[in-house]
């Protein structure tokens, strides 16, 4: 088991898990620690950092966080996995759409050049229909009841990141899934079986280097930015904490990319917050995600009530 656990998530850099990302994470929070108590040293009222760190890691949302983390891992390795579409059937069926229309494939391009192409289309396609389809959850009301689930954190911990409910997982799985798929299939026509992925330690290139880049710290108090430049192109851990802000649902939806909320007008960079609201959101919401089983049904609940409401 533990084993298995090694080896399909903390030892494989395609997962969000992989050691390096966790430790770049906890160097990243470790210098704005420091920094922050070189800017603010602590006062004889203050609690001690020890102190703070066991209020943060024992607070009741990250009891949840945690509990949530293990049977929501469950769910979804279970029964939402095998119910996603895989990539490879996807890929085969638009290569086989496209075949009437594609001749022999372009042979001018070198092999790096098409894996670097590749790449890159996956990572920007992908991270677009990750905007598209966050976006739509907060737009549509019945969406919303499930990816409300996510926002009903009043404090955030790396594992907040999978408070999220099995509906969402599926939809998100099939998101992957379709995105990926039109791509290889795309490429495929294009490039015929030359095609291959630049991976660093076997993971998309562009996903690797972006996970070094603070991704753990996204769900935590930590208002780790970016210079204002950077962050009109890449999600910073502050501009997705700014997400979670009670009235600020609305903005920065993007995954690893900021250039489709400048795009598309949900752009906030972290300069532009200079006092920062709690986490959540509207305290009558908050109360019905207070345990697991709340975080499960309770959108279904919700689902219900606005059926009959409509
Ligand atoms: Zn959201
Ligand atoms: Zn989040």
């Known amino acids: 088991m533990l084993a298995e656990l090694w080896e399909g998530s903390l030892a494989n850099p395609a997962q969000r898990i992989f050691w390096l990302y966790i430790l770049s994470s906890a160097l990243i929070a470790l210098i704005y620690t420091l920094y922050q108590m070189y800017r603010h040293p602590l006062s004889s009222q203050d609690k001690t950092l020890g102190q703070q760190l066991k209020a943060y890691l024992l607070h009741p949302s990250a009891l949840l966080d945690y509990r949530y983390f293990f049977i929501g891992t469950l769910i979804k390795v279970g029964l939402v996995a095998p119910l996603i579409i895989s990539v490879k059937t996807i890929a085969i069926w638009v290569f086989k759409g496209l075949a009437p229309y594609i001749g022999t494939p372009i042979t001018a391009l070198s092999y790096e050049a098409i894996a670097i192409l590749y790449t890159l289309c996956l990572f920007v396609v992908s991270d677009f229909s990750r905007y598209i ?12 009841q499930f990816h409300k689930v996510h926002h009903s954190a009043p404090l955030l911990n790396p594992l907040t990141f999978y408070r999220v409910h099995p509906i969402e997982n599926f939809l998100f799985g099939l998101r992957y899934a379709i995105s990926v798929g039109i791509m290889t299939g795309v490429f495929l026509s294009l490039f ?9 330690l076997g993971a998309n290139g562009f996903v690797f280097i972006f996970s070094l880049l603070g991704t753990h710290l996204r769900h935590s108090h930590l208002f780790v930015t970016y210079p204002k430049w950077l962050e009109r192109f890449f999600i910073s851990p502050a501009m997705h904490q700014i997400h979670h802000y009670k009235g600020y ?21 972290s300069k532009a917050i200079s006092t920062k609201p709690s986490f959540g959101m509207p305290q009558q919401e908050m109360q019905k995600y207070q345990n697991v089983s709340q975080l499960l ?14």
């Open 133 to 144: 389809l966050h976006r739509w959850m907060h737009k549509n009301k019945y969406l919303w």
């Open 297 to 310: 049904f309770q959108p279904f609940r919700a689902l219900i009530r606005l059926k009959r409401t409509s």
């Open 249 to 269: 649902g609305r903005y920065n939806y993007g995954g690893y990319l900021a250039i489709w909320d400048k795009l598309f007008h949900s752009w906030l960079p």
């Open 192 to 200: 015929g079986p030359r095609i291959n992925m630049w991976t660093v």
